[in-house]
C-alpha cells in the first residue's frame, strides 16, 4: 500500500471489531475483500452501468414516479457517477430523495453521517451543502470501502480528506473519516447536523445509546431513517420507537415514503418491505 490513510485504516479493522452487532459479525468476517467496490456486504450497492439498467429505470419509475429522475440532486449525483461509468440504483435513488427532502429543513455548516455505505451519504451531503465540513463515522470496513471508491472521483473533496486516528486530533479537512472506535471525538464539536439511514438498526442498543450521547452534545439536528423493528441474527431486538429520544423536538416522523417498495428482475418484479421503515428529523438544542 502507497496511501497512509488506507494504510491507517487496514491497520485499525481489527478496533472495531468489538463494536460490531451480530448482523456486522456474520457480514463483515476476515475473508471479506472490502477493497472490491462492487462487493456487496450489508452497506449498500455499487452497480456499473449495463444493459439492465433500461429494466430497472422502467420499475423505478413506477414506484417513484418521474420528477425526482429530473430534479437538481439527480441530475448532480448523475455527474459525479457518470464518471466511473456507475449507476443511480435504488439506493442512490433513496438518498437523493433524501436530501432533496432534508434541504428544505435544514442548511448545515457541519455534517456527520452515521453508517454510510458507497460514499452515496457523504456525495449527498456534498452536493447538497457544498459549503459544509462533512464527517463520516463508520466501521473501519466500511470507511475503507468508501475512500477507494472517493480516491476515483474528480471532485473537490478529494483535495481535503483527514482520517481522525486519536480522540484529540487536530488536523480538520473538508472531509474527516473516522472509524467508530475513535467515535468520541465527535463529542462537543458543534456538528449541526447529523444523518443516518438504514445503520441504527443494524447496531447493537448500546452502540445506539452512544452516538445519541455524541448527537446531544452537539445540541444537534439529527435526520434518521430504520426499519420499525429488526431482529438481528445475534437475536438482538432493535425498535425505532426505543431510541433514547429524550426531550428532542419532532420536526417531522413519518412512515418512509421511498422506503416501502423495491424493484427486482424477479417476478413481480416490484415488490413491498418486509416489515415498515420510519423517517425523521428531530432537534436536540
Not at 93 to 102: A, C, G, P
Not at 218 to 244: A, H, M, Q
Amino acid at each position: 500500500m502507497q496511501d497512509l490513510i488506507l494504510e491507517k485504516l487496514y491497520k485499525n479493522i481489527k478496533n472495531t471489531d468489538n463494536l460490531k452487532s451480530s448482523h456486522w459479525k456474520k457480514l463483515l468476517t476476515k475473508d471479506s475483500n472490502v477493497f472490491n467496490k462492487l462487493s456487496h456486504f450489508g452497506f449498500g450497492s455499487y452497480t456499473k452501468k449495463g444493459f439492465k439498467n433500461l429494466f430497472y429505470d422502467f420499475l423505478n419509475k413506477k414506484i417513484f414516479g418521474e420528477e425526482i429522475f429530473n430534479s437538481k440532486t439527480y441530475k448532480l449525483y448523475k455527474s459525479i457517477f457518470d464518471q466511473t461509468h456507475r449507476y443511480i440504483d435504488i439506493d442512490t435513488i433513496r438518498h437523493i430523495l433524501t436530501f432533496e427532502k432534508l434541504k428544505a429543513y435544514v442548511n448545515p455548516k457541519k455534517i456527520c453521517i452515521i453508517g454510510d455505505g458507497k460514499l452515496n451519504g457523504v456525495l449527498g451531503a456534498h452536493l447538497s451543502f457544498p459549503e459544509a465540513k462533512i464527517y463520516n463515522v463508520n466501521l473501519t470496513e466500511t470507511l475503507i470501502n468508501d475512500y477507494l471508491i472517493l480516491k476515483e472521483l474528480n471532485i473537490e473533496l478529494n483535495n481535503s480528506i483527514g482520517l481522525v486516528d486519536k480522540i484529540d486530533f487536530k488536523e480538520e479537512k473538508k472531509l474527516n473519516f473516522i472509524p467508530a472506535n475513535f467515535k468520541n471525538y465527535l463529542m462537543n464539536k458543534n456538528i449541526d447536523f447529523f444523518i443516518t439511514i438504514a445503520a441504527f438498526q443494524e447496531m447493537t442498543v448500546g452502540e445506539i445509546d452512544n452516538y445519541f450521547k455524541i448527537i446531544s452534545s452537539n445540541k444537534s439536528t439529527l435526520y434518521c431513517c430504520s426499519r420499525e423493528y429488526k431482529k438481528l441474527v445475534g437475536g438482538e431486538e432493535i425498535y425505532f420507537d426505543k431510541y433514547p429520544w429524550s426531550n428532542s423536538k419532532k420536526i417531522f416522523w413519518e412512515n418512509c415514503p421511498w422506503n416501502q417498495k423495491w424493484s427486482s428482475l424477479r417476478y413481480p418484479f416490484i415488490h413491498k418491505y418486509d416489515g415498515q421503515v420510519k423517517h425523521c428529523l428531530v432537534d436536540f438544542s
